[in-house]
């Protein structure tokens, strides 16, 4: 589903020494460094600043490949100071046989080790729920978009929706939480038209450009992608990664 999912910290070093110590014991460990960020695959932290504030009240779910490593990921983080949200065990309310544990990153955001028979096995990130303000409005962008973001319709429930991709879920929510603030989500493109029709699709039904589409050569040669504002403000990307467009 996710190309990348990154977070903004309002202390860097801080939030990404929080993930290195509770990711360990998942087995995920960083694969990129830089001046600009800290990548686990698909999770990306990298610093706030004032025209690009901190993300708050994300929840992000990693799968974890046994209970045992669902228990580990919480003894590292309670074990390293970091505030507990919900420890390990059955969440049957979710399926019955899932196990998970949560934590408080520097930010406040929830983190999650899950374990469950339906765990993603091609990314680092099983799931995401997204705090909106207006439910039908999150549900209406996230739909117009589906299509050119590889988005298929999941479970429903009173306050929520869920989104299925390949290997993660992405649930918009309207329980009373916070609503979801400067989170960044990229989806894959299997070509620059399907970047292209993302954009044009998105702006033609009134939502608001934050980049149009275009090779972005900072982040590598052939970087093509385009950017959206969803109702709550997000980042929302369309990317392919693809060969530098010939002179």
Do not use: C
Request: without cysteine.
């Amino acid at each position: 589903m996710f190309d990348h999912v990154a977070i903004r910290a309002s202390d860097e070093a801080a939030s990404a020494l929080f993930y290195r110590t509770v990711l360990g014991p998942l087995g995920i460990e960083p694969d990129t460094e830089n001046e600009r960020m800290v990548r686990w695959q698909e999770f990306i932290v990298s610093a706030g600043r004032e025209d690009r504030p901190p993300t708050r009240n994300v929840h992000i779910g990693f799968g974890a490949p046994a209970r045992e490593l669902v228990d580990a990921f919480w003894r590292a983080g309670t074990d390293a100071g970091h505030p507990g949200d919900g420890a390990p065990g059955e969440r049957s309310q979710y399926s019955e046989d899932y196990y998970g544990a949560f934590l408080r990153d520097p930010d406040g955001n929830s983190a999650e080790a899950a374990y469950h028979n339906d765990t993603r096995h091609g990314g680092r990130i099983d799931h995401l729920w997204v705090g909106v303000r207006d439910l039908p409005a999150a549900e209406a962008f996230y739909e117009t978009i589906s299509r050119y973001a590889g988005l298929r319709h999941g479970r429903r429930w009173e306050h929520g929706f869920q989104f299925r991709g390949a290997w993660a879920t992405f649930s918009l929510v309207a329980d009373g939480r916070p609503p979801t603030e400067n989170l960044h989500l990229a989806f894959p493109a299997p070509d620059r038209e399907t970047v292209d029709e993302f954009h044009a699709k998105a702006v033609a039904a009134g939502y608001e450009s934050n980049g149009e589409p275009g090779e972005r050569p900072q982040y590598h040669p052939g970087y093509y992608a385009a950017f959206v504002l969803d109702p709550d403000g997000n980042n929302i990307e369309s990317v392919f990664h693809g060969q530098p467009e010939a002179a």
